[in-house]
């Protein structure tokens, strides 16, 4: 080749490797945000984790599977779209998520109770299903157009690179549904009903926690938000953010100190 046609391919070389780095990235967003909904799932409609357990187990096989047929799928079909219509599907999905319990709602005339929690199981399982079955339109479109773009002397280094994509997207999806959980949604603390439907739901993670912790969690004004989004998994409510709390300094200082002592003293 001659020197103006060698850039021209380093450009698009790179241009597909960066693409599909961006592209996969997504996948990762769209595929790994539904983890961090299932303690505030589990906290407002009381979904258990039996449930979600298997659930997720076969969304893995599913996964498996989809990737195998669309692996042959990409050695025959055009790698760009083929790209583009997986991540397409998966963020319809994923938008079909945050709509759930109104869609079942309409479906069943429910909004609670046990009929209207099985139904959003089914629900969200679907939708699960469905995304993973887009999802395996990730890796093989990029792997074929990497290997089209990418020379075997220097494939492994820049498949290395390449692979990179996973952990920007894991790391973009932890941030960001960090900060919405954190920011986002409907302070509940203030109604009753849901209050005393957190606390039920949330009563064996609850049950768990040292009795100054459980007693504070119930007492606490925004307590609802607080198991809601899934903090508890911290262990101690002295490791909570204290704005979540609702509280003034002294009275989360006092609360902290006894929980540490008593703590330390178990421990002892």
Same mark, same amino acid.
């Given at each position: ?104 709602? @309409?479906?069943?005339? *429910?909004? !609670?109770? &046990?009929?209207?929690? +099985?139904? =959003?199981?089914?629900? /969200? ?87 100054? @912790?459980?007693?504070? *969690?119930? !007492?606490? &004004?925004?307590?609802? +938000?607080? =198991?809601?989004?899934? /903090? ?37």
């Amino acid at each position: 080749m001659t020197p103006e046609q060698t850039n021209k391919f380093n450009r698009w070389q790179w241009r597909t490797i960066i693409g599909t780095m961006i592209g996969y990235a997504i996948f990762y967003v769209v595929r790994k945000n539904f983890s961090f909904a299932i303690p505030g799932l589990t906290a407002q409609y009381g979904i258990t984790k039996t449930a979600f357990g298997i659930i997720m187990t076969l969304i893995g096989v599913i996964y498996g599977a989809s990737r195998f047929v669309n692996g042959i799928i990409a050695d025959r079909s055009n790698g760009r779209w083929h790209m583009a219509i997986g991540l397409t599907g998966s963020a319809i999905v994923n938008i079909l998520f945050g709509f759930g319990a109104i869609i079942v709602t @309409s479906m069943t005339g *429910l909004s !609670q109770g &046990p009929a209207f929690v +099985r139904g =959003l199981v089914v629900f /969200f399982a679907v939708l699960l299903i469905l995304n993973n079955v887009f999802q395996g339109c990730g890796f093989p479109p990029c792997n074929r157009l990497i290997t089209h773009w990418v020379a075997p002397s220097e494939l492994a280094t820049k498949m290395s690179l390449w692979n990179t994509s996973h952990s920007i997207g894991a790391f973009i999806v932890s941030v960001l549904c960090g900060w919405l959980m954190g920011h986002a949604g409907t302070d509940v603390s203030a109604d009753p009903e849901m209050r005393a439907r957190v606390i039920e739901n949330t009563k064996d993670a609850v049950a768990g926690l040292p009795p100054e @912790s459980r007693s504070f *969690l119930e !007492q606490c &004004p925004s307590a609802c +938000r607080c =198991l809601a989004m899934g /903090f508890l998994g911290a262990g101690y409510h002295r490791r909570l953010r204290r704005n979540i709390y609702n509280i003034d300094s002294s009275r989360h200082s006092e609360i902290c100190r006894t929980a540490g002592t008593r703590r330390h003293e178990d421990e002892a």
